[in-house]
């Protein structure tokens, strides 16, 4: 492709997108993405902390009791809420679900704002310049979430590495 070709192509493509495609083929559908991981973090988390508890209460009782093999069942419900203990430091399912869900709600407030003129967007002259500020906000949600999410998991690599280290 020759170079006025590459001009053409990028000149057409740079500012093609109108709100209506942006808000569906991007804000809408990352919207929904985060929502699906949001609840699957959630619902992770939440049946984790669960076993995590109940093990934590039901191993006493179960050492304390005269029931046969209440030494293999204790061991098992151990080993079960140590791996849920260690798989939430190292995956923060917590978090991922924080994240994903205030990026998802963010997406669909700035959605809102811009359709109806309000927030940020009251001061703008022009659709166009309101419209290339809607899409740094919501770009700029998503850039945020991505560096959060590798943040967190690289930290949660590097915790491993030093405990192993030590």
Known sequence: MSDIDKNTASSELFGSWKPADYIEQRAKQYQTWYDKKAVSAKAT???MRTAIVLGGVVVPV???????GKEI???IISLVVAACVALESVYHYREQ????RSTEQFLGREQVLFLTGEGGYK???SAQAAFIYFVERCEG???VENASTLNVMTLAQQGGEASKNS
């Open 62 to 68: 179960i050492v304390n009791s005269a029931l046969p």
């Open 141 to 143: 949600a998503i850039e």
């Open 97 to 100: 679900w924080k994240n994903y």
């Open 45 to 47: 988390y939440l049946r």
């Open 123 to 125: 001061e703008f002259k």
């Open 73 to 75: 069942v204790a061991s």
